[in-house]
């Protein structure tokens, strides 16, 4: 990274890799952007048995996301795979932990994004979507969708919505990323990106 470009967080988790690769996408989308710079990481999964842990630095993918990268950020994508409707436990409690973030106001006024992955077509893409934006509006963030004007958005059979990204990866997590949702996700890392820079701008 360079010291001029704008650093943005893509936090994901991911168990099968369909939500990985979203984040790669968004990643690309970021990194088009003249100026931006994308910084991709992800949470350590949770047990319900309390003895086991994650390893300090995970096997593969991105490092472990750490609360200064919060502070650090200039804007945020953030992605989970669904869970009953829901995000992952192990990225809501990654959110639990961000008090102190909050009470500081470290991510308000901040522009983001949602993604996500689903093992079945109506599995619950948008309802995951709608449960990530809640914490960042309780931290004052400012929600970037996905615009009519990007013409996959009504064609697409495989994902996408005007609440984020999202793919439908099967039950297997064997579906290919669509041309579609592709198209989806990057341009989404770019609106994300480019929005970022026009708060810069605005606030110098």
Not at 32 to 60: F, W, Y
Not at 132 to 155: A, F, K, N
């Amino acid at each position: 990274m360079t010291a001029s470009s704008l650093p943005i967080l893509v936090l994901y988790y991911s168990r099968h890799g369909a939500t990985r690769k979203l984040a790669e996408l968004i990643g690309q989308g970021i990194d088009s952007v003249s100026g931006c710079e994308a910084r991709l990481r992800t949470v350590p999964a949770v047990s319900t048995v309390t003895e086991a842990t994650e390893p300090d630095v995970p096997a593969e993918g991105a490092p472990y996301v750490e609360l200064r990268d919060l502070e650090e950020c200039a804007a945020l994508a953030l992605g989970s795979p669904t869970r009953f409707g829901n995000m992952a436990a192990a990225m809501k409690y990654f959110w639990d932990g961000t008090t102190s973030q909050w009470l500081a106001g470290a991510l308000n006024g901040k522009p983001a994004c949602v993604f996500t992955s689903t093992g079945s077509l109506h599995g619950g893409q948008e309802t995951t979507l709608l449960s990530m934006m809640m914490p960042l509006l309780h931290h004052g963030m400012l929600i970037v969708g996905v615009p009519y004007s990007m013409p996959e958005l009504m064609t697409t059979t495989s994902g996408g919505t005007p609440y984020g990204a999202s793919h439908w990866s099967g039950v297997n997590g064997n579906q290919p990323i669509s041309a579609e949702t592709r198209t989806l996700a990057i341009g989404l890392g770019r609106r994300l990106a480019e929005t970022a820079l026009r708060l810069k701008d605005q606030s110098q």
